[in-house]
């Protein structure tokens, strides 16, 4: 359930982190039938209401009940009813929260870098044991006190376990308030049940090499919306992290009694998120560590990191080639399906045909659309696809242009 709850939270950091970047505010709504339009809606007992994201004017207008009922109609293959979380969904579902007045966020993003980290945001397992710097850590901090956009309120406060900041001790913390002093990586750790953020066993990179683990805590009323807000600032953590450079992970499994006792504090602790600085290429630390392994010789699974590089890559070939392209070809492009992938590092440009005529017009231009693009990558080919069931894709090197030169 907490799960469920934290998700809901993240996906309406992501409605205001794309709101934000739309110049829009935007208002979250966690007080309100939720049961009844749930009824209205024909969810039955398989999907839930969580919360309500309102962004644009308000204005009067007449308001009235369905005619009909809504049919439901099922959003996964299969449902599995879980008595708990139903029963958890219904028990806080009607309950007020806090109210506070509504104040809206101030970021000052730079609006295309933040545009580019919603984008490609990440979770990251493996951590370098490398501090972050002091500046970073307060940004973190000072971005997760911007109001929160809501009326219905259920304060979270932060907790924060720093390993590695330049300039700071090591030990516990509310904000620069050092609550106690002393290296507890071993203890978040456990707390986070010992959860490896990294298969690879001799490397034993563990969610407690981060640098530092934020615990959210709250002395709700309702818990649901408590748990909401606390995802929102979740991602609120994930997009400052990725914007200023650094990474993290949510972490929604931790041992609730054992972690509040050292935190020494009363109130539930609800969330869990760990910042760092991931590592790149594990096999290149472990032979810098002189570790000699087995595990060595095989394939390098890619991290999150690596996935976020590497979409960042194929999105900004892409742009390119589309830029380079002239009119004609822009306006075929943009009837169709395209993209640049990546497999066995060679870049493929897929272009899926809408209609036949289209996937002869794209042949036609494959030639000079193979010249531009092997002017940006020389080991790329594109993969054009026609229509579904109506023949293969046609492939072509980009090195091989000479081959088709009487096609030019
Ligand atoms: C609410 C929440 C709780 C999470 N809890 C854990 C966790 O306990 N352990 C873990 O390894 N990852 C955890 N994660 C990270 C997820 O595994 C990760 O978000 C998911 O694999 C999707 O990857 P992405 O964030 O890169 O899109 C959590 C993420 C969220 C949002």
Not at 71 to 83: H, I, K, L, M, R
Not at 232 to 241: A, E, K, M, P, T
Request: contains cysteine; hydrophobic residues 40%.
């Amino acid at each position: 359930m907490r799960y469920c709850w934290l998700d809901s939270g993240h996906h309406l950091g992501a409605v205001a982190a794309s709101a934000y970047i739309h110049n829009r505010d935007i208002q979250l709504i966690f007080d309100f039938d939720k049961l009844a339009l749930n009824a209205d809606l024909g969810f039955e007992n398989k999907e839930f209401i969580t919360a309500c994201a309102i962004s644009g004017e308000e204005e009067a207008k007449p308001i009235r009940r369905l005619r009909l009922k809504v049919p439901f109609v099922c959003g996964t293959d299969y449902f599995e009813a879980n008595q708990f979380i139903e029963a958890g969904y219904q028990t806080t579902a009607l309950q007020p929260s806090r109210q506070q007045q509504l104040v809206h966020l101030q970021f000052d993003f730079d609006k295309e870098k933040f545009l580019q980290t919603v984008l490609y945001r990440r979770s990251v397992r493996r951590f370098q044991k490398q501090s972050i710097s002091q500046e970073t850590y307060l940004h973190i901090l000072q971005h997760l006190e911007q109001p929160i956009p809501t009326e219905n309120f259920e304060k979270v406060e932060i907790y924060s376990v720093v390993h590695r900041v330049e300039g700071m001790l090591p030990g516990l913390y509310q904000g620069m308030h050092l609550i106690k002093a002393g290296n507890f990586s071993e203890k978040t750790g456990y707390l986070c049940i010992n959860q490896a953020m990294s298969h690879d066993k001799p490397l034993r990179v563990y969610a407690r090499d981060g640098t530092v683990t934020l615990f959210f805590v709250s002395d709700y009323i309702n818990y649901q919306n408590a748990m909401q807000i606390a995802g929102f600032l979740g991602q609120r953590v994930y997009l400052i992290s990725n914007y200023l450079g650094i990474h993290c992970s949510g972490i929604g499994a931790f041992y609730d009694d054992e972690t509040q006792e050292f935190l020494e504090t009363n109130q539930d602790v609800i969330y869990t998120m760990t910042i760092g600085i991931y590592i790149r290429n594990l096999r290149e630390m472990a032979r810098k560590k002189s570790y000699s392994n087995e595990d060595d010789s095989h394939p390098m699974q890619l991290t999150s990191a690596d996935i976020i590089l590497r979409q960042q890559l194929e999105y900004s070939i892409s742009k390119y080639f589309y830029e380079t392209c002239d009119r004609t070809i822009q306006n075929l492009l943009s009837n169709c399906r395209w993209y640049v992938t990546t497999h066995a590092s060679v870049m493929i440009l897929v272009i899926e045909c809408p209609d036949q005529v289209t996937n002869w017009r794209i042949l036609q231009k494959i030639v000079p659309m193979a010249g531009l693009l092997g002017q940006i990558v020389s080991n790329a080919k594109i993969r054009v696809c026609p229509p579904e069931g109506q023949g293969i894709p046609f492939e072509m090197r980009v090195d091989e242009l000479s081959v088709y030169r009487d096609w030019a």
